[in-house]
């Protein structure tokens, strides 16, 4: 045999080198609430560091723990520190890690039911736990004609809904003739940027998308869709899909769904519903009413993977009639026929998704849901909510800052009652200081901070600090 | 503080149940040369053993791993056997499941370069090592007006590569007003699927993807491409993208590049070339002919997580102008607006790709570049070309069978001398004695057994061995 063929996987080995990956993870985390939450380096620092080509020989994992050290932590944004309070959470925690672990080590794919019938299996069992355990309607669980399956981001899960919602409208001509034009599509003004992006990628184009009017705390506003709806359709449009949210991005701002269901329902209109953040909190009965009108959805999504514990990715798709999604996105060729999918007997979910291939993703809800349960789930999410609260009474208490939408759950929108070169300068010096990091948006057309309350190990002592910062930054603002 | 708040990082406890962790992953690779490769579960087993609802109480790890012994491992087909020749390999590695387990603890979001400096610039740079390591046409690397990226599947990025295409040739319409039709899309009768799934999606519509003829060799006949595409043009399309294959999934034929190259080039379409699995090949300069020609596309891809010890998902795209790939993705909502970004100093994937997410997968590259250095992984893939040479000599040596299509590198298509029934009776008996897992296509309007080499484990021993039970099943063909 070749005297330099590789072991791809030696066991002792590996357990070794997998003891002391452990410990630097267990060291990173310890350093985590002190380092600086968003990275300090320069385009192209990284790259180098970096030797100009690819080894030619094996080195040893010393010098991969090493360079991560140096070349590595330096340039990360921390997303997992107790300090990190920007975009969304993308909470991560010790079971989903190993869940990660594992599912890389199985290695299998999960395309076909027949590529690995625990893959799937799991994976539409854990979907039904959550939808259980969130008291989603009946409509979404795979005992009926709909059922769930794992999406790598929300992004994608709408584009599958709109995909669905197209060939729902064209009798399935866009896959087959092609797409001709004619469909509306329509989301508030605060709908995520991810819808913009289905309908380019649909090939429906961003000027069939209607945005709807918001009302003061920017959520969107049923008769403005209505009337929308009735123009397209006396214009000759098509209106074929409506994409409504459960915590907007911006600001948290949930959209009516009994309203705007009964208009989708009435006029034939494909309703998604993307709650990517706050779906998690419909784990909490208090938190149900957000919720309320999701049986009229035909679609609904929300992500694990930013407020439960679950790493990036693992985002829960869930549809009221998969033979309506599959219908988008299936295609049979012979080296993928079997007879488990010949008889119907089972799903296979690459005809759920975009890609084909699928890696075994379900392990993490699996050994998120059972390390944690439910009541531990529950707990953190009620932690954050309380904390979001305070800092929420906090701000409003203190006269130099407006809170400018409702704290409805864990997000907190908030600005310095200044101009926007004032807060952007804010923003910049509590951002720069590395102690905490926290995002903007634009409301209203201001400049507005968002203090988002969600990482796993943040505490009253994190946000606590975090808003003494804020609020002692002000007086730095020479301006 | 609530008394059932969880830890969701608990230092030891992440260090003692990983140890635990990594004894059962090295206990599933000691058992897997002996598990049956192909699950021999029934529908519905999986969930059946599953309880009804998600748990509400925290369950001790053990419990877990008991029942990935007791449910999981008996549902799983093995694709990390050295006995798993079916479809495509998807070998992984002790260092890829390293890094895996690495990316999901720093848990960091690399949709912009600011959210993780790192995980952006890594990212460049591996793609820039292996475009150097395999011989890639220069236009290909981040140095010039090109750059590569990570997708999660070669799926995605013929998506990709097709948006891009249907942009530039409607001149940014499809984005905007809608894609109204015309174009036409071109790919072998061998190409793989996900184009037909990838003109579904863009609205491009199967009907217009044009199968292009193949030889005797089941390459695309470049005559029937120049043909078909002069016949639209004269019929009013617009033919705008097509997808040539370097090794097909089917049976490895390699489209010749230079000959479509020079026909997109004067046609001004755009040229996708496909190598998903062959791709990893090029690290060896005895198979670089089977790129020649490469330098005339517009975007390329292979995956590692196919033929590289990179565990799935891990597929790179390269394009040689990354403005028309962003052209056709870019959004640019206010909350992710920032100075890097807008002084333009920077790589923002999110605007690569179909989702906004992403892992840092680059660690995983990195992690099996440096550990195995690059003359340890042309070693493994020079082993699987033998092993799958050997095998092809044997078919060839025995009356009873027939090569179907050339050994051109680790992919064998064979056939029994009988009827399909027969083969297909065949395959069936070998895959259910669960000592091999192989696949099967259809060529020539015939049932043809695909046996793929490509796992990491995989020696002489077991193609041996998986040989001699298929020769001698042959036996046991009572029809």
Known sequence: MNQTLPIPFDA???QQELAQLGAWIASYYARLPDLPVLSQVSPGAVRAALPAAAPETSEPFDALLADLDRIVVPALTHWQSPNFFAYFPANASAPSMQAELLSAALGVQGMLWLTSPACTELETHMLDWLAQACDLPARFLSS????????DSASSAV??????????ATGGDGNEQGYRGGLTAYGSSQAHSSLDKAVMIAGIGRRQLRKVAVDANFALNPDDLAAQIAADRAAGHTPAFVCATVGTTSSLACDPL??????????GLWLHVDAAMAGSAALLPECRALFAGLA?????????????L???????LYVADRHALTAALEISPAYLRNDATSAGAVLDYRDWQIPLGR??????????????????LRALLRRHLELAAALGAWIAADERFELVAPVTLNLVCFRYRGSDAQNQRLQRLVNDSGRLFISHTVLNGQHVLRFCVGQGATGDSHVRAAWQQIAHAVNDLNI
């Open 12 to 14: 002792r080995e590996f």
């Open 144 to 151: 009926g004609r709909g059922g769930g399956v794992l999406q």
């Open 159 to 168: 584009l599958c809904a709109l995909l669905a919602a197209r060939e729902r």
């Open 258 to 267: 009994p309203a705007i269901g009964r208009i989708c329902r009435d006029a």
């Open 296 to 308: 009229l959805a035909d679609s609904y999504c929300f992500n694990p993977h930013k407020w439960l």
């Open 310 to 316: 679950t790493n990036f990715d693992c985002s829960c």
């Open 359 to 376: 890696r075994f993703r379900a392990l993490k809800l699996w050994f998120v849901l059972r390390r944690f349960g439910l009541v531990g």
